[in-house]
């Protein structure tokens, strides 16, 4: 079936180093990629989020690009921060019957920015 | 702001149990959908609902079953908990696809199965 790939599981840098994640997809047919950040204890929260038509997508200092040929995207922190430590998940959307907008997730990242 | 409520934040059941795990939106969202958080492995979708009385079986279907008879309640059931099913639960709505498919979670369920 379906299935996304998420590299790498814990990634700890410097406070303003940049952090990058990577993720793969098998489904030929997804459209959407969005990427979740979850903070201790918290829910999941959409931070980003890029289509198929485009090929890369930024606010302020998260960037997220696709390369639709290689069937992967990444998610791109600068300057991070302490408030950036979490776990991000990317996910992409799987063609259904149901059309419902159904997405796979990644296995998650843990981030940690020292200060 | 959508609001996505889950009826427990910590449920410590018995094997054998039949536990039922709730969930209300409050935005008309035609999609909702129940993950489970495991860690290493992400979240996997045990099953979701783009209607009234319409399901899916998502990724990990085994042992539970949903329920959705009104619009804004998405309920999961476990029919006889397992120690397996020691897990996060997460509930999610979301609007129709085309729109914005944007997830919105709720807080989650920690369960506990003994």
Redesign the interface.
Known sequence: ?ENVE?HP?TLSVQEGDSAVIKCTYSDSASN?F?W?KQELG?????II?IRSNVGEKKDQRIAVTLNKTAKHFSLHITETQPEDSAVY?CAA?ISGS???????????TTLQVKP | DVKVTQSSRYLVKRTGEKVFLECVQDMDH??M?W?RQDP??????IY?S?DVKMK?K??IPEGYSVSREKKERFSLILESASTNQTSMY?CAS?P??GSN???F????TQLSVL
């Open positions: 079936g998420q599981s959407y969005p979740y918290k829910r999941p929260q959409l989020d998940f959307s149901s059309n419902t907008g159904k997405l796979i997730f990644g296995q998650g | 035609e999609n959908f993950y290493g492995l992400g979240l996997r979708l979701f783009y899916e998502g990724d997460l979301s129709p696809q498919e944007k997830l979670f709720g807080s989650g």
